[in-house]
């Protein structure tokens, strides 16, 4: 779709839906909101996922401006709910009346009432963390709002077009993202002002206290989906040659891997299907020695932060935004990113023994990788960052 094709549907859809917002607008007037909000999170759901990880984030940054978030699709786990019930925060659960197609035109509806809601504050800050009902709800929020888009997924470009001259700041969580971003507009002849709105910042994770396992041998994890993108059954066949092989490197895989692998064909691998113990997951990070990923395409996934903040090696494919983090032999490794899979495989077992033949080559490219952690990831950072596109 082209921006002016996304325009023109943007229009369309206004058109047919603004008496039902205007409906709305006049119900919020028997439907006041009772509490007062600095700042108003939109955010699909709690379930887990790295998008709405960061809005919880967001949340416990700044909790002092008692955010209101408003969930809008229905959740599949809603893990992480507790993340956002903290003091200060506030929680609204729409899905019940708008994530339903046969009665979308109750979605309209509170367009209008939750736009009023926010045009009665001061300078409201709106945040958007992918959440398709931001877009749906932003054409009624007042100028004097400031309109933050977050995005994670490139996916989302081709319909978020429509909105650009809009949205105050778009922030990008890799840099690889922007660069996506800067080359649409540029591919749109959108002014050169659209540019100066768009930002990088960077996730955060925890930042644990140091910790260095002495494992005989090399632990070897994948951390992730079992999804056709992750590739996973190019580790399943680094595993089994360097089984094959009888070396002292043993595999773990966490995630529902049996999606595209069957574990009974790997005895020698261990196999924890999903954690959702937080505990069992650090646990799992200490006693692992590098994070193995053999995406086709990747954003940054968390565990690839998270793994960089325990001091853990990275190998993964150099795929989309990775190499702006990883620099290879330095903080960690990466893998051409070949057609010829077998190429891929070949690779991931020549530096898989070197590291397990030279233990001091782990341990320093363990420590690069978390001083990058550090000054990158931390929650501090991650807080300064935003408080200044948010309040500065």
């Known amino acids: 779709m082209t921006y002016r094709q996304a325009i023109l549907k943007r229009k369309a859809e206004a058109v047919f839906a603004y008496p039902f917002v205007l409906l709305g607008k006049l119900l919020s007037l028997f439907f006041p909101l009772k509490t007062k ?40 786990n809603n893990e992480f709910l507790t993340l956002f019930q903290i003091e200060g925060v506030r929680i609204i659960d729409l899905h019940y009346f708008i994530d339903n197609k046969l009665y979308h035109f109750v979605n309209f509806f509170y367009r209008g009432i939750i736009s009023s809601w926010i045009n009665k504050g001061g300078k409201p800050v709106v945040i958007g963390g992918e959440s398709l009902f931001f877009y749906k709800v932003l054409p009624y929020i007042k100028k004097e709002a400031k309109l933050i888009e977050i995005s994670h997924l490139n996916t989302w470009f081709n319909y978020t077009q429509s909105f650009v001259k809009d949205i105050d700041i778009r922030i990008f969580s890799t840099v690889k993202l922007k660069r996506d971003a800067e080359a649409i507009y540029k591919k749109n002849n959108l002014p050169r002002e659209f540019y100066s709105r768009l930002i990088f910042i960077d996730n955060m994770v925890k930042i644990p206290e140091r910790f260095e396992n002495k494992n005989q041998d090399l632990e070897v994890v994948f951390i992730g989906r079992g999804s056709p993108q992750k590739r996973v059954h190019l580790i399943a066949a680094i595993a089994k040659e360097l089984h094959d092989q009888k ?25 924890y299907g999903n954690v959702r113990d937080r505990n069992k ?65 070949e690779e991931g077992i020549s530096v898989l023994n070197k590291l397990a033949g030279n233990k001091d080559l782990l ?30």
């Open 363 to 392: 341990e320093e490219t363990g420590r690069n990788s978390r001083r990058y952690a550090e000054k990158h990831f931390s929650g501090k950072v991650f807080c300064e960052k935003y408080g200044k596109v948010l309040f500065g």
């Open 281 to 345: 997951m650090e646990d799992i990070y200490k006693a692992s020695d590098v994070l193995l990923l053999t995406s086709a395409f990747e954003g940054l996934p968390i565990a690839i932060m998270e793994m960089m903040a325990y001091g853990k090696v990275v190998l993964s494919s150099a795929v989309d935004g990775i190499p702006d983090y990883i620099t290879n032999g330095q903080n960690g490794f990466l893998l051409g990113n070949n057609r010829d899979e077998d190429k891929i495989i």
């Open 247 to 271: 070396s002292n490197i043993h595999f773990s895989f966490v995630g529902d891997v049996e999606k595209i692998i069957n574990p009974k064909d790997f005895p020698y691998c261990t196999f």
């Open 37 to 76: 909000h600095e700042i108003f999170i939109f955010c699909p759901s709690a379930d887990i996922g790295g998008a709405n990880k960061v809005n919880a984030d967001l949340c416990k940054c700044f909790a002092n401006k008692s955010p209101l978030v408003i969930f809008s699709k229905k959740p599949k």
